[in-house]
């Protein structure tokens, strides 16, 4: 299958600060990225669908100042938390979609954010 | 709007005893209805994609079916590494950028003990 990474696997940061996380397509090039949340315990939440060369689209209660997201290229889209806040603690998913044969959404392996 | 439900939310099976999980759902148009492994911690992993109604998949000790209403998750003789949580999603028939969208179920999670 399709490989997905995403960087880094952890980070622990102050309130305040301003945290990137990448996602990769390794051995495809994708065209469209999303980005999820995960509590503990619950099913993934979409939070905005990526597609490179233009503006991400954001899932309704998603806020667009505060998730910034970036599509640059088509194997790279990163997620930029800005003045992340306590609540902002969460597992962040990132998906690829290969349009080559079936369209599947390949998952990373997740990112897992802790704001102090 | 779409929805997905599975079925049971936790399931419990010996070593070798077989079960099936149940994803229930209703989409305006079905574009696919995909399974994935989640092991605590990680990411999904992808597992199949069905397309239409009759359309069986088997992987291993796993084997997914579909019908228009729902899919079914079959698992012979688990084994306790098949321990995992198993999500459903579908994929609508849509426009503009968010098609490939998917929506989730919240996952059953499997427990085999040995």
Excluded at chain 1, 37 to 57: C, D, I, V, W, Y
Excluded at chain 2, 2 to 21: H, I, K, N, Y
Excluded at chain 2, 68 to 74: C, D, G, Q, R
Excluded at chain 2, 87 to 114: D, E, I, M, R
Aim: with cysteine.
């Amino acid at each position: 299958g399709a490989v997905v990474s995403q960087h880094p696997s952890w980070v622990i940061c102050k309130s305040g600060t301003s945290v990137k996380i990448e996602c990769r397509s390794l051995d495809f090039q994708a065209t469209t990225m999303f980005w999820y949340r995960q509590f503990p315990k619950q099913s993934l939440m979409l939070m905005a669908t990526s597609n490179e060369g233009s503006k991400a689209t954001y899932e309704q209660g998603v806020e667009k100042d505060k998730f910034l997201i970036n599509h640059a290229s088509l194997t790279l889209s990163t997620l930029t938390v800005t003045s992340a806040h306590p609540e902002d603690s969460s597992f962040y998913i990132c998906s690829a979609r290969d349009p080559r044969g079936l369209g599947t959404q390949y998952f990373g392996p997740g990112t897992r954010l802790t704001v102090l | 709007e779409d929805q997905v439900t599975q079925s049971p939310e936790a399931l419990r099976l010996q070593e070798g005893e077989s079960s099936s999980l149940n994803c229930s759902y209703t989409v305006s148009g079905l574009r696919g209805l995909f399974w994935y492994r989640q092991d605590p911690g990680k990411g999904p992993e992808f597992l199949f994609t069905l397309y239409s109604a009759g359309e069986e998949k088997e992987k291993e000790r796993l084997k997914a079916t579909l019908t228009k209403k729902e899919s079914f998750l079959h698992i012979t003789a688990p084994k306790p590494e098949d321990s995992a949580t198993y999500l459903c999603a579908v994929q609508a028939v849509g426009s503009g950028g968010s098609n490939y969208k998917l929506t989730f179920g919240k996952g059953t999670l499997l427990t085999v003990n040995p």
